[in-house]
């Protein structure tokens, strides 16, 4: 299965849920926050929730800034 | 502090005969200076320099997480036990700041937000169309809304009936560091304002801070000033120092501006 993460394209295993698309990136694990086709997944609902083909992930985190 | 020492005695303990402690959303701060975090060149010279500032309350901006990067500014003020205030720079639209605030409090677990909506990338200067917008949807969603604005008395009334937290008007452009340029403004916002005024973007110099508190704000916003500055850390202990002696003076009441000179010796006896 193919989504895109942070802008980037990468390929998952089928039936693949948020939070292994957020350790697909970092093993970080607070600080963190993800969206999935601009709505946020909230994180005790990362296990639960399976991606599907072509969607976008993005995953956000605090920077310097403002 | 890059070895020199500036002690005004100002610091602890100075009586401004009011109540000063500064009440934001429903917390009590001691310091009224709110620092940024942008344009520091290194984390290492952000922790000094907030240090050196003093303040309880500090944003950040949220981005795509890159993986390859090294320290986190949120560490930083873990250490320092500030509070973090997510903002949503960058945003054009009502929409993207909203989508950024709920990602911001689901990563920072706050349901502060600094709500800042852009209208161009040459003057950044703040749409208050889409920033009301979103203030409107995010006091709906239970957010603490601190909204970035121009220096307009009639947005500042309307964004506190919907609800916002503080206003928090320009002084000049973000990084600018023009200062405050229509003071008069600036003093028409807080003669009508049931909230917090928090003074955000354009202080240059202490000299700006001070004014801002002078005029009756209730704190200041700065990041480039400092982070930006030759020597950041002492920049930093330059406008605590201001910021407290604003609020004093503000306190104290000022003398009316003459016309001519009053003589402050008793006359020669003739």
Known sequence: MKVTINGGAVELPGEATVGEAVRALTSMTSGVAVAVNGEVVSRSAWESTRLSESDLVEVLTAVQGG | ?270
């Open chain 2, 1 to 270: 502090m890059n070895g020199v020492e500036v002690d005004t005695g100002m610091d602890t303990g100075m009586d401004t005969g009011v109540d000063d402690v500064l009440a934001l959303g429903g917390e009590k701060f001691t310091s009224r200076l709110i620092m940024g975090t942008g344009g520091a060149p290194s984390l290492d010279v952000l922790e000094q320099a907030l240090e050196e500032s003093g303040t309880e309350i500090t944003t950040v901006a949220m981005r795509r997480l890159d993986p390859a990067a090294r320290g986190s500014v949120l560490d930083v003020l873990r250490r320092k036990g500030i509070k973090v205030l997510p903002n949503t720079a960058g945003c054009f639209t009502a929409g993207e700041a909203v989508l950024t605030a709920r990602l911001a409090r689901e990563a920072l677990e706050t349901n502060w937000v600094k709500l800042e909506v852009i209208s161009d990338e040459r003057t950044l200067l703040p749409d208050p169309i889409e920033t009301f917008d979103a203030a409107e949807r995010l006091v709906a969603d239970g957010f603490v809304v601190l909204p970035y604005i121009g220096d307009d008395p009639a947005l500042a009334r309307r964004l506190e009936q919907a609800g916002c937290a503080a206003v928090m008007p320009l002084g000049a452009p973000i990084g600018s560091g023009l200062g405050i340029r229509n003071p008069h403004n600036i003093e028409l916002i807080v003669e009508s304002a049931g909230v917090p005024v928090i003074l955000d973007a354009g202080i240059g110099t202490a000299s700006d801070a001070a004014l801002a508190m002078e005029l009756g704000c209730d704190a200041v916003l700065l990041a480039s000033a400092v982070t930006r500055a030759q020597r950041p850390g002492l920049m930093a202990a330059a406008m605590r120092h201001a910021v407290t002696a604003g609020r004093a003076a503000r306190a104290a009441g000022r003398i009316p501006m003459r016309r001519y000179a009053e003589a402050s010796s008793p006359s020669l006896p003739v």
